[in-house]
């Protein structure tokens, strides 16, 4: 009988409620035995009350809930050696040999470093005294590790989303759909700066989906492909919007990417890119930092079903599990739960930021996911 423990970490994301649910249910349907750790890898480090058996009722009336009610941390401790030891201990004295780790790609690293020490981290509890060695046979050999992608972010590698991330693109496309009416009565132009830290999925979505005269991303700095503008961004984008505006446009609207760069790669700012429009084209401009509204509220129908099945399939990891191999980290491609590895989809999604730092953003494209390229 499997012992799961189930945690979040990182920024929130909305389903992550959805993906305990379901991680929790199918594990009883199995036969296994679900652990909620609160408060992400902070809760797996104190242990005590923070590890808490969980039955069929304690993940009722979660679907519909924002966030995540066995809460996360983005946590320092765990980062340590001496972290790392009091949780292996926590996991030992609770019999747990499975961790569903639902969290980002540095999340999900970490329960991949985890897994690489745990002998090591259990030889040394043992001959600290603290574990005694018949308490821990069965689990000494290997932990199995399965990770979950949620983050508002989209952006790792080898899943074409993350659980939270067209929740989060919801939200931005109300909240700019709220100030197009505003935009439009005062003939403004709005900047508006969103999440996705070094990944533009969620602003070059927002701009398709709301009609944006001008998106920066992080992938792929302005200027774009015409060599007339050669490193003047500012005269493109001017050129962009008072094209659009000539055509009858009344409002203008401009995404900042939190992540955008330019070519050298500088950061582009919404500060800046609002002095631009006003010096350069008189444009009454104002700015809007959409901030953590962007990734509260309740998860939309697609998040709670993408975390519904792919929980499912988490259990699935953990009961095919073997030592050695390795660990699995539960994706969606093409319509399809997948199952890769996890590190080499976390290396992959490195990858991008290297090909960034080179300048090389045609690759930087390239290793986003196919939904980014299209
Ligand atoms: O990774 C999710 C995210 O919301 C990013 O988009 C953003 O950069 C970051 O987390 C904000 O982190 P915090 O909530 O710790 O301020």
């Not at 972010?153 to 067209?166: F, K, R």
């Not at 070094?198 to 944006?212: D, E, F, N, T």
């Not at 399809?336 to 290297?354: N, R, S, Y």
């Amino acid at each position: 009988r499997k012992r799961i423990g189930i945690l979040t970490s990182g920024g929130d994301s909305s389903g992550m409620n959805a993906a305990v649910r379901s991680i929790t249910r199918v594990a009883l349907q199995r036969g296994c035995v679900p652990f909620a750790i609160y408060e992400g890898y902070q809760g797996l480090v104190d242990g005590g009350n923070y590890i808490k058996r969980l039955g069929w009722e304690d993940v009722r009336s979660l679907l519909a809930v924002g966030g995540t009610s066995i809460g996360t941390a983005r946590c320092a401790d765990f980062r340590t050696r001496e972290g790392r030891l009091k949780a292996v201990y926590n996991l030992i004295t609770n019999g747990i040999d499975a961790l569903v780790v639902i969290g980002g790609d540095g999340s999900l690293t970490g329960a991949d470093m985890l897994r690489a020490e745990w002998k090591g981290l259990v030889d040394e509890l043992v001959a600290l005294g603290k574990i005694k060695e018949d308490e821990c046979q069965h689990l000494r050999e290997d932990l199995t590790i399965v990770g979950m992608v949620g983050s508002i972010d989209n952006d790792m590698s080898s899943t074409d989303i993350t659980i939270g991330a067209v929740t989060s693109l919801h939200r931005i496309c109300e909240a700019v759909d709220n100030l197009t009416s505003t935009a439009l009565s005062h003939q403004r132009a709005f900047v508006v700066e969103v999440m996705g830290r070094h990944c533009g999925w969620l602003g070059l979505m927002a701009g398709i989906a709301v009609g944006a005269d001008w998106v920066f991303l992080p992938e792929r700095p302005p200027p774009l492909d015409d060599a007339r503008y050669g490193d003047d961004w500012e005269t493109e984008m001017c050129d962009t919007i008072k094209k659009y505006r000539s055509r009858g446009n009344r409002k203008s609207l401009v995404i900042v990417c939190e992540g955008a760069i330019d070519r050298q790669l500088n950061p582009i700012k919404a500060d800046y890119v609002q002095k631009v429009l006003t010096e350069r084209l008189h444009l009454d401009t104002r700015v809007t930092c959409l901030g953590h509204v962007q990734r509260g509220g309740t998860p939309c129908a697609y998040d709670r079903f993408l975390a519904t099945v792919q929980g499912v399939e988490a259990v699935e990891a953990v009961l095919r599990s073997k030592p050695g191999v390795p660990a699995p980290m539960i994706g969606i491609s093409h319509n399809k739960i997948t199952a890769v590895p996890l590190m080499e989809a976390v290396q992959l999604t490195h990858a991008v930021g290297e090909a960034i730092k080179k300048k090389d953003f045609a690759r930087a494209m390239e290793l986003r996911d196919p939904s980014f390229t299209a």
